[in-house]
């Protein structure tokens, strides 16, 4: 799909505000146009909008997906590490690559949106800092899950895993973890330590930034940082003129029931020409 090299384009399906059939009909379509990855959200409740819109769980979602598609990269952008038990989101995403033929990924983060955590009953912790220590604790089980290490937790730790370990291991021989953030004291030091892939969304500005901090987290733990995919994520509205594209941006904006002034100054919307946002590929990319 990429005529640019070391470029990938992978797309995010949001799941809110839609049927079962267009959603499913949509992950088919992007299979054959040949993107390389498939993704979707972790949200139990819309978060665009009014958050009670009609939305559909992640990894079911993905389940389904795995037998519509044949070549698509599969994950979650990202989960929410607050929801399940990490052995759990190990067996998911092992049970996943199976289904797909060796294509999963292990999407996760920190988790944020309050409101779908209280509602359902689900910790939300004491601030964003505890949950990042959740998630290293999390990821680091997760990996060594999918290695088809033993997992014991020493005591104190949130998780509580005894002489845990996982059959039938992943097919593919290091199933990648995507992890999602860009905070610079907590999320990047995780992503030096575990990640396989990074997934991090700004101006092209704050994305060189959080690289060149990212690459200092893992000097300190003694990781190649040129192991770790550099992902950003972008909300793309392309029409032939920009003012085409704003429109569809608007009327985009009113079927998900949110108004523009609360994006209109939300830099992960790529609103132009296809020239325009190739442009902005290309110097991420750089």
């Known amino acids: 799909m990429s005529s640019t090299p070391g470029v990938k384009l992978g797309v995010l399906l949001w799941s809110q505000g839609t049927d079962w059939a267009s959603y ?20 139990l409740y819309a978060i665009f909008g009014d958050p009670y819109q009609p ?4 990894w079911m ?24 038990n990490p052995g759990l989101v190990a067996k998911l995403a092992t049970t996943l690559d199976h289904l797909s033929d060796g294509r999963a990924a292990l999407g996760i983060g920190g988790a944020w949106f309050e409101l779908e955590h209280t509602a359902h009953g689900i910790e939300f912790g004491s601030g964003f800092g505890q949950r990042l220590n959740w998630l290293d604790e999390s ?27 996982h059959e039938p291991l992943p097919i593919q021989a290091r199933l990648p973890i995507m992890i999602g953030g860009s905070g610079e ?14 997934n991090a969304m700004g101006s092209i500005e704050k994305l060189r930034h959080k690289d060149g901090v990212l690459r200092s987290h893992c000097e300190a733990v003694g990781r190649d940082p ?3 995919e550099r992902t950003v994520g972008c909300k793309p509205i392309i029409r032939d003129t920009e ?11 009113a079927h998900n029931r949110t108004p523009m002034t609360d994006v209109a100054e939300d830099d992960t919307f790529w609103v132009g020409t296809a020239e325009q946002l190739a442009e902005r590929m290309i110097a991420c990319r750089e």
């Open 243 to 253: 003012a085409e594209a704003q429109k569809v941006w608007e009327a985009q904006m």
């Open 185 to 198: 004291r907590k999320t990047l030091r995780t992503v030096a330590k575990y990640a396989d892939q990074w």
């Open 61 to 84: 979602s993905l389940a389904a997906w795995a037998k519509v598609t044949k070549r698509v990269q599969l994950g979650l952008l990202v989960g929410a590490n607050t929801f399940r």
């Open 55 to 58: 939305i559909f769980e992640g």
């Open 24 to 43: 499913e009909r949509s992950a088919s379509r992007v299979d054959e146009l040949g993107y390389d990855s498939l993704w979707t959200w972790d949200h």
């Open 226 to 228: 040129d192991e770790i």
């Open 139 to 165: 990821v680091g089980a997760m990996r060594a899950l999918l290695d088809g290490e033993e997992v014991s937790s020493p005591p104190g730790g949130r998780y509580q895993f005894d002489s845990l370990r």
